[in-house]
């Protein structure tokens, strides 16, 4: 009898018989134990997200090599090459900066990273992702162009924390938006252009609702984090 272990499996059950079929579970293990991705992978997942570097790293070391990897968080330029030979699916691409970094580490493993473009859609204040004339630059730029090595596979984004279902729901849909208007822009012909990564713990229904087709759920699968 392990109680964590059953839990997990349970979880993931309910999670994933919530989805559509055309809707992809990432499971975010980020700051959980070695153990809990094991449990996991026993329980049939194989797609799980992590946003740091090095964690990740040490855990696709550690665990078994069918697991595709996403990288979900803030990917700092100097950290790129601890990912860069697995990594499946990087998210969380908001400058044309790290894209080239990215691409750069790509090419040194003789591979393509397959790559997302982060939106900025909450109301709430951060650094981080593209509003919408920020992603159309990048992708007319001349240096965009020149890369080789990374593949842009669509888009993602995170709503604002609220209990208000109205204001997640119109953001989910002002995603889904971008993505339909950079597909008809710049891929049109892309079939690899697909994903719309939107969706957590707590609003991943209405992000299934609006169209995502990458959900990735952490906290409903393994418990609260504790951070310390
Ligand atoms: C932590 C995290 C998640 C998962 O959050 P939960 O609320 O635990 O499901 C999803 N996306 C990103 C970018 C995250 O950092």
Not at 1 to 15: G, Q
Request: charged fraction near 25%.
């Amino acid at each position: 009898m392990n109680a964590v272990k059953d839990d997990i499996a349970e979880n993931l059950r309910r999670v994933a018989a919530s989805l559509p079929e055309t809707v992809r579970l990432v499971a975010v293990s980020k700051t959980k134990p070695m153990a809990y991705i094991e449990w996991a992978y026993e329980a049939g997942q194989r797609v799980f997200g992590e946003n740091k570097a090095l964690e990740l790293r040490d855990k696709y070391q550690a665990l078994p090599k069918d697991i595709q990897w996403h990288f979900i968080g803030h990917l700092q330029t100097n950290k790129i090459k601890y990912i860069a030979p697995f990594v499946s699916l990087i998210h969380s691409i908001d400058s044309l900066d790290l894209l080239e970094a990215v691409d750069k580490q790509a090419q040194k493993n003789k591979r393509v990273i397959p790559c997302l473009l982060q939106f900025h859609i909450a109301a709430e204040e951060t650094k981080f992702g593209l509003d919408f004339a920020e992603a159309e630059a990048l992708l007319q730029s001349a240096r965009y162009a020149a890369l080789q090595h990374v593949r842009i596979d669509g888009v993602m984004g995170m709503a604002t924390f609220t209990d208000d279902a109205a204001q997640v729901s119109g953001e989910f849909a002002r995603l889904k938006q971008y993505f339909e208007l950079l597909k008809a822009r710049y891929f049109a012909t892309a079939d690899h252009f697909k994903e719309v990564s939107m969706g957590m713990s707590d609003d991943y229904p209405l992000a299934v609702a609006a169209g995502s087709t990458l959900v990735r759920v952490g906290s409903k699968i393994f418990g609260p984090r504790v951070y310390v």
